[in-house]
């Protein structure tokens, strides 16, 4: 059983950059698009009413705050999309302003200003973490729905990211021969909630897996979510936490696997840990 809920797409204009965040913005722009939103730019030789023309037919923006004032300027693309958003702004258009460095320094103090002229639908954030920044604004611009889908008897529910679609399914594929799995991906470009459905369904297996790959930073506070909302160390059903050794160590997670046990391995060996673990399991609950 596959579940997969899907909402109405966000349109997001990336702002254009000072030179210090161009590659910076570059990889933020693949995060979005791999979040499955859609990104638009400017090709920067228009006016403003051109830039104006492609800014309100998207649902907010994105304008990432780096070492250089440009947004006070009247000579940047950076600065006409700054004031196009605060002209747009309203209930159904937001604008971000991102700091990704975390913090202001002497090359940034700039920033303080701008935080000084923030009204209704501006959203600063200094999160340093990419994909949590593209999850925030995803849970900002949609309106939050629950799974409703109804419950099912199986062997393992395997939660995953949609960044980790691909390599989620081939660990599932090596699995299914010998276990019910129920297969549950996590999509971050809605803003539902699956903790509810997760209490209800884990209750129906015998074994709970949240599985990253590239999401890190979304795995390990989803894993710690799940676990509260099941009861912690009294639930009757246990829940594992399984990562690809190419993008993670077990050095990263030290406060987690004091309460989630913990598999990080090669992705061709994550099958065969898991099917060791479940056995095992069974074998304890025999006794």
């Known amino acids: 059983m596959f579940l997969n809920l899907y909402t109405q797409q966000i349109s997001v204009f990336l702002a254009s950059v000072s030179p210090d965040m161009v590659n910076f913005r570059q990889t933020l722009k ?4 791999k979040a499955g939103l859609s ?13 104006l023309n492609i800014m309100k037919n998207t649902d907010c923006s994105i304008h990432i705050l780096g070492n250089s004032d440009i947004y006070n300027s009247n000579n940047s693309f950076a600065s006409t999309h700054y004031k196009i958003a605060k002209d747009l702004r309203n209930n159904n258009y937001k604008m971000f302003l991102w700091n990704p460095l975390g913090y202001i320094t002497e090359n940034n103090k700039y920033i303080n200003e701008i935080k000084r002229d923030i009204a209704e639908n ?7 973490s990419k994909i949590v920044f593209v999850e925030d604004l995803r849970s900002i611009m949609n309106t939050k729905s629950q799974v409703t ?9 395997f939660i995953f990211n949609s960044l980790d679609h691909d390599t989620s399914l081939e660990i599932v594929g090596m699995l299914e021969d010998i276990q019910t799995i129920i297969k549950l991906e996590v999509d971050i470009t809605t803003n539902t909630d699956y903790a509810e459905f997760i209490s209800r369904q884990i209750q129906n297996c015998k074994l709970g897996i949240i599985y990253f790959d590239y999401a890190e930073d979304w795995a390990e506070s989803f894993a710690q979510q799940i676990w509260k909302n099941i009861g912690g160390n009294s639930s009757k059903v246990p829940l594992l936490f399984v990562a690809n050794s190419k993008h993670a160590n077990t050095e990263n997670f030290n406060q987690l696997k004091k309460i989630i046990p913990l598999i990080v391995n090669e992705k061709s060996i ?16 025999k006794k």
Not at 30 to 33: A, F, H, K, M, P
Not at 149 to 157: G, P, R, V, W
Request: net charge negative; no cysteine.
């Open 39 to 51: 990104v638009i730019e400017s090709n920067e030789n228009g006016d403003y009413d051109t830039e």
């Open 270 to 285: 994550l099958p065969l840990d898991i099917k060791m673990y479940y056995d095992n399991i069974l074998e304890n609950n």
């Open 30 to 33: 693949s995060i979005l698009v």
């Open 122 to 128: 501006t959203i600063y954030s200094d999160l340093t």
């Open 149 to 157: 889908s109804k419950t099912e008897k199986a062997d393992i529910l």
